[in-house]
């Protein structure tokens, strides 16, 4: 994936996003993250081509939890709402937004509390309440996904994650 951007995008920087992390540019980048349950919205508008995302971990802060100071892209309704605002901030012409969803699988260890779900659900609501329609999602299941964002055109390339097991020796020498 990542050769396959290099060649159709020669020179493009590459960033990578973290758990509560948000980039919104109009420069040209390919913005890579890893999801599980955590999920990803993407916003991306023609006419400016400016494009953002950010990357959460649950869909809601808890009103005592331990996350009580943490920071608003952690939440998919709070992350969804900052990168609204920096998106206006940027100029994008709001009206014209493209919004995606990514990301949301369920671990069989997670199946009590759904997270993944959970999290997608959150998107598609606070996304409908502000108006957004989705264009498209790439959502669910039971296995994690890599991302890359393309800011300047919105394009997402996705790859869904091995479950393979790769085992390293105790003492392996390749360090």
């Known amino acids: 994936m990542f050769s396959r951007i290099q060649q159709k995008y020669p020179g493009i920087r590459f960033a990578n996003l973290g758990i509560g992390e ?7 980048l390919a913005v890579s993250t890893v999801l599980g349950s955590c999920v ?3 916003m991306f508008c023609p006419v400016t ?11 809601e802060r808890a009103p005592h939890g331990k996350l009580h100071d943490a920071e608003p892209c952690r939440f998919v ?3 969804i ?4 605002r ?3 901030r940027s100029g994008a012409d709001m009206p014209r937004l493209v919004c995606k969803i990514f990301g949301g699988a ?3 260890f997670e199946e009590f509390y759904a997270v993944g779900m959970r999290n997608v659900d959150m998107a598609r609501q606070v996304l409908a309440e502000e108006h957004r329609s989705v264009q ?9 996904r890599k991302l890359f964002f393309i800011t300047h055109t919105g394009e997402v390339f996705t790859k869904k994650l091995s479950s393979d097991v790769c085992f390293l020796p105790e003492g392996n020498a390749n360090r």
């Open 81 to 84: 709402r900052e990168l609204l």
């Open 86 to 88: 920096q998106m206006e």
């Open 40 to 42: 990803a919205v993407t």
């Open 106 to 108: 369920n671990a069989v």
């Open 77 to 79: 309704d709070e992350g």
């Open 49 to 59: 081509r400016t494009g953002g995302l950010f990357h959460a971990l649950l869909p």
């Open 136 to 144: 498209s999602e790439d959502v669910g299941g039971t296995r994690g």
């Open 22 to 28: 948000i980039c919104v540019s109009s420069l040209p």
